[in-house]
């Protein structure tokens, strides 16, 4: 659903990246950090909710625009490893159900802001809500783990569904671009010669009370 990102932040404790705690929501969905043994099973999710057939069940396939894979176990497993990163799972009866990647970067003001990528929800259960409460814990999690005053995204321009559905949820378009990158099949084949990626970015400061 967002742009491929390279981890890269030395600077962050590792302790970050291995947390395995989880959480329970009224819905009986449960959240939790991902360790090593989820790879596997986080790639499969991504490439069903983004790649092939299977994907068009749910509405953010990008089947239309990108062929070839979304992600590999290696691109998984540097999320689950590097320090100041981590896979974000959503389990539903101990089975993965949605999950993304969050990392702790630093803004521009030097502010501790986060990027979250990666994000997927099992094709068959998209429009009931999951999507939002991943999303919710998304950012109550990097709030309170690091501080994060801002969430950071990157979406294919070309998703104007997808944009939409962010904007509702709080996230404004900055109007910043970056180039898709075509020649790197580790991101996929594109199946058009357009596409690039924009910044949304949503404040995380709470309002005064």
Known sequence: MNAPNAVNDPASPASDATPRTASKTASGLSFRTARED???????????????????????????????????????????????????????DGEPVACCQLERREGGA????????????????????????????????????????????????????????????????TGRTSPFPYGDERFGVPLRDDLEFELLVKSLRRPPS
């Open 110 to 173: 030097g502010e501790t802001v986060a990027y979250f990528g990666m994000f997927a929800v099992r094709p068959v259960l998209q429009g009931g809500g999951l999507g939002r409460a991943v999303l919710a814990e998304a950012e109550r999690t990097v709030r309170e783990r690091w501080g994060a005053r801002e969430m950071h995204m990157t979406v294919i321009t070309a998703r104007v569904d997808l944009i939409a559905w962010y904007e509702r949820r709080g996230y404004a378009r």
């Open 38 to 92: 989820d790879v596997p099973a986080l790639v499969a999710l991504v490439e069903s909710a983004y790649r092939g057939e299977a994907s068009r069940a749910g509405w953010t396939t990008e089947a239309d625009l990108l062929d070839g894979q979304r992600t590999d176990p290696e691109g998984v497993a540097d999320v689950v490893r590097a320090p100041g990163s981590l896979m974000l799972i959503a389990e539903r």
